[in-house]
Structure formats: structure tokens, C-alpha cells
């Protein structure tokens, strides 16, 4: 299996403990997806240094490498997806990777040119710009069914594609793109639906730009969008991955998912999660 190479950089978060008097008794290697989550990630880190933990941030650009990287031991965690791409990774690869915290649910949201004002000024024949990958593309045709312009089969579950649209009556193109190049399609495709994490980085302000978000309308989003830190199962009760869980589910992480999401993704932590009982309910759907 390749290995990550050229595709990550190595957030400068490792920290010299000797510096506050504190002696390192285990480094920990997260891999995160994007420049959010590496400002977090590495504010977790600055705090964790101070309980004798090193925690070392590797940064992606797309969501296909981080859990390859785990499963080869170049990471200890990843902490970038929601339950249903793990889901969908673990039974497509046959893989061990189980999820041990609950971070945060992201939004996807819908944004439009300059032309298209709202959801009910989508022109007939519109093109759409979805991600391509199964759970990020079903979520994307879900909220196109949340608001009014297409249908899906129920069947599909949380993970329809092009071939479930049962009705599309403004005769929408459907345009699928790695999700990391959605929000930068937008001009060549009418509107793009897009992770909250790439539309940011691609300079959206979510609350403000978007002509919907799926998660204002809750009572219609699956928790299966609720992303996680992952571990490989054998290390799941591992007692300084759970510190790690513990330190990142904060009120500190809380006003940083907030600044750095422009107050868009939702802290989705509470006491008695279970994320292991959740995934195994989910993987056997």
C-alpha cells in the first residue's frame, strides 16, 4: 500500500516539553483533512504537552489518504470523517478502524452564482457539482431531496447515487467531483454542494454564503454524519488515545470549531457516548 509522502505536511504542533519542564512519555500522530482542523488540532496539542503527551499533526489535502496511513501505522488517529465514510471504508476495505470520540457534525451546504439567489431561483437544466466519494455524494443528493428538487429511493439508505434519483423535475445535471475541488467548481456548475471544511478553505463564509445547509434542518440529517477520531480497534481502549479524546472534547475545542468554522460546524460531544456501540449499529444496517 503507498505510502503518504509528498501529499501531507507535518503541522508544526510536535512540542518540546523540556521547554515547560515537562518529560514526553508518549507521541501521538493525528491525521486531520484541511487548515481548520490542523489551528485545533494543534491548540489540542499545546494543551496535551502539559499532561506529558506529544502530540504530532499531520495534515492532508483529501479524505482518500488518512485511513491508509492508519492502517499502515503511520498515524495512531485520524480525526477527519463522520460514521458513515468510516463505515463505508471499513466494509469496501475489510479494515479494523473503529471510532473511540465524537468531534463535531459539519454542515454541507449548497452555494449558487451570483445569479441564483435561493433554492427557488434554480433555473430548469441547472448543473450541480456533488463530491464523488459514496456517503459525501449520497449526503449531497440527500439534501438536494431536503429542499424540494429531486427524490431518492428510500432503499438507498444514507448512501444513494445518481442511479436512486426518482424524480427530478427542474431536469438537474449532476456533476461529481473529488470533494476536495467542489467549492472551486462553482462558475463552471451552476451551484456546488460542498463539505463545510473544503467550502471555508476555498474562502465561504457558510452563514453567509450558502443558499442552504442541511443542518438547519436537523429532523431530515442522518447521525451518521457525526464525525469522529478513529483508532485501530486493538488500541481503542488505549488510556492516552482516550486522553487525547478527552482533551480535544473541551470548551477550548468548542470556541475554536466555532472561530474556525464561522460558526457552521456543531460541537456534537455529550457524556455516556458510546461512538463504538453507535458504529457497530450502523455497520450492521
Known amino acids: 500500500m503507498k505510502k503518504f509522502k509528498a501529499f501531507a505536511t507535518l503541522g508544526l504542533a510536535s512540542i518540546a516539553l523540556a521547554a515547560c519542564g515537562a518529560q514526553t512519555n508518549e507521541t501521538v500522530k493525528v491525521g486531520v483533512v484541511g487548515d ?10 499545546e494543551r496535551a504537552a502539559e499532561e506529558g503527551i506529544t502530540v504530532e499533526v499531520v495534515t492532508f489535502s483529501d479524505y482518500t489518504q488518512p485511513n491508509r496511513a492508519l492502517e499502515d501505522g503511520e498515524l495512531d488517529l485520524n480525526a477527519f470523517q463522520h460514521t458513515a465514510f468510516l463505515a463505508d471504508y471499513v466494509a469496501e476495505n475489510d479494515s479494523d478502524l473503529v471510532p473511540i470520540g465524537y468531534t463535531f457534525i459539519s454542515p454541507m451546504g449548497m452555494y449558487a452564482t451570483e445569479e441564483i439567489t435561493d433554492v427557488e431561483s434554480i433555473p430548469e437544466g441547472a448543473s450541480i457539482a456533488i463530491p464523488n466519494d459514496p456517503t459525501n455524494g449520497g449526503r449531497a443528493l440527500l ?29 438537474l445535471t449532476i456533476d461529481e467531483l473529488d470533494a476536495a475541488q467542489v467549492p472551486r467548481a462553482l462558475g463552471d456548475d451552476d451551484l456546488v454542494i460542498a463539505n463545510t471544511n473544503y467550502a471555508v478553505d476555498a474562502g465561504f463564509v457558510p452563514r453567509e454564503d450558502a443558499i442552504y445547509i442541511d443542518t438547519d434542518h436537523m429532523d431530515k440529517v442522518s447521525g451518521v454524519y457525526k464525525n469522529t477520531i478513529v483508532a485501530k480497534s486493538e488500541n481503542a481502549d488505549s ?7 478527552e482533551l480535544y472534547q473541551s470548551d477550548e475545542t468548542k470556541e475554536l470549531i466555532a472561530e474556525f468554522s464561522a460558526d457552521t460546524d456543531m460541537p456534537i460531544w455529550a457524556e455516556g457516548d458510546d461512538p463504538q456501540a453507535d458504529f457497530q449499529t450502523i455497520v450492521g444496517e
Open 239 to 245: 488510556e492516552t488515545f482516550q486522553k487525547v479524546v
Open 36 to 45: 481548520t482542523a490542523t489551528q485545533i488540532w494543534e491548540n489540542v496539542a
Open 143 to 171: 439534501l438536494l431531496e431536503a429542499a424540494g428538487l429531486i427524490e431518492v429511493d428510500d432503499a438507498a439508505s444514507y448512501t444513494p447515487t445518481v442511479d436512486d434519483i426518482t424524480a427530478n423535475d427542474k431536469n
